[in-house]
T-cell receptor
Framework: EDQVTQSPEALRLQEGESSSLNCSYT??????LFWYRQDPGKGPEFLFT???AGEEKEKERLKATLTKKESFLHITAPKPEDSATYLC?????????????FGSGTKLNVKP | EAQVTQNPRYLITVTGKKLTVTCSQN?????MSWYRQDPGLGLRQIYY???????DKGDVPEGYKVSRKEKRNFPLILESPSPNQTSLYFC???????????????FGPGTRLTVL
């Protein structure tokens, strides 16, 4: 069964304290891995898509990387406005490629 | 402005009273989907549609119906709501790349449903 697990569930950082969020997945084949940011009371907002192991994408203080079994979202020198819940989702490539599987998210709190 | 809209945003209803949550997108996307979000469980896919008149079940379809008669609209129907359908619901849409890959999903603002 396809599964997506995110860790940690919650992360508290001081402003400027870099860290990484993890998304591990078990799918029959990966067609795409997506990272989203979700603010309280709002719908998820797209950040990155990764398609193959070794791929990296960057946007401001965020960098996403992908291996064959997991993805990391690295946050460099975070600011309070980076506080949000970060979600990852995978698209299977073999049996259910029209379905998406989401992790339960990492809630990030950046203190000034 | 490119967007996905949902209505209503908040709804309190009683067990068994049929309801419809509407979803509309203005980006001409082929793919549309409904999710429910519950604490600790993340987003779970209810139904999805690859195009007009083409729909299929996600992981938690029981108690829900959908239809896709127009490309822009994808309503979610609860024929006989029950308290375990109390949740936060999101509609999303996406365009399809070559090779059955998808571009990113655009999400609506959410509908918070309470079934008493």
């Amino acid at each position: 069964e396809d599964q997506v697990t995110q860790s940690p569930e919650a992360l508290r950082l001081q402003e400027g304290e870099s860290s990484s969020l993890n998304c591990s997945y078990t799918v029959s084949g990966l067609r795409g891995l997506f990272w989203y940011r979700q603010d309280p009371g709002k719908g998820p907002e797209f950040l990155f898509t990764l398609y193959s192991a070794g791929e990296e994408k960057e946007k401001e203080r965020l960098k996403a990387t992908l291996t064959k079994k997991e993805s990391f979202l690295h946050i460099t020198a975070p600011k309070p406005e980076d506080s949000a819940t970060y979600l990852c989702a995978v698209q299977d490539s073999l049996y259910n490629f029209n379905k998406f599987y989401f992790g339960s998210g990492t809630k990030l709190n950046v203190k000034p | 402005e490119a967007q996905v809209t949902q209505n209503p945003r908040y709804l309190i209803t009683v067990t068994g009273k049929k309801l419809t949550v509407t979803c509309s997108q203005n980006m001409n996307h082929e793919y549309m989907s409904w999710y429910r979000q519950d604490p600790g469980l993340g987003l779970r896919q209810i139904y999805y549609s690859m195009n007009v008149e083409v729909t299929d079940k996600g992981d938690v379809p029981e108690g829900y119906k959908v239809s896709r008669k127009e490309k822009r609209n994808f309503p979610l129907i609860l024929e006989s709501p029950s308290p375990n359908q109390t949740s936060l619901y999101f509609c999303a849409s996406s365009s399809i790349k070559a090779g059955s890959s998808y571009n990113e999903q655009f999400f609506g603002p959410g509908t918070r449903l309470t079934v008493l």
